[in-house]
């Protein structure tokens, strides 16, 4: 998929497979959320706004507070490591995939936050 076609994807619509992903571990949609809360600064309401808007990622990330800890997530996604990613909006994008991975494998809550 070409990096514009990713940016251009309604965060909507990739909102349910990380939510489908989570839950089918054994993780719960509350700590999705957390998850995401803590990346972006977007609480429950805020959350909800950018699904009813139908942003794109390009907007969802644009509108977002990234935490300062961001930074720390590292790793491999999708075959390529978070902190060597070029792309600023494609590493946040990945840093998210990252971390709703680790979410899925069953990592602690303090970890994934990076704390």
């Known amino acids: 998929m070409e990096k514009s076609k990713v940016f251009?994807?309604?965060?909507?619509?990739?909102y349910p497979m990380y939510v489908r992903k989570a839950e089918a571990k054994g993780r719960t949609k509350a700590e999705l959320d957390a998850v995401i809360e803590w990346l972006t600064g977007y609480d429950a309401t805020?959350?909800?706004q950018q699904i009813d808007r139908g942003n794109s990622l390009e907007t969802f990330f644009a509108q977002a507070r990234l935490n300062p800890n961001a930074t720390k997530?590292?790793?491999v996604i999708c075959g390529h490591r978070v902190e060597?990613?070029?792309d600023p909006l494609m590493q946040k994008i990945r840093?998210?995939?990252?971390?709703?991975?680790?979410?899925?494998k069953g990592k602690a809550?303090?970890?994934i936050q990076r704390k």
């Open 8 to 14: 251009a994807l309604q965060f909507a619509k990739v």
């Open 46 to 48: 805020a959350l909800q």
């Open 73 to 75: 997530i590292t790793g």
């Open 84 to 86: 060597a990613i070029d």
């Open 95 to 104: 840093w998210l995939d990252k971390l709703v991975d680790e979410l899925a």
């Open 109 to 111: 809550m303090e970890k």
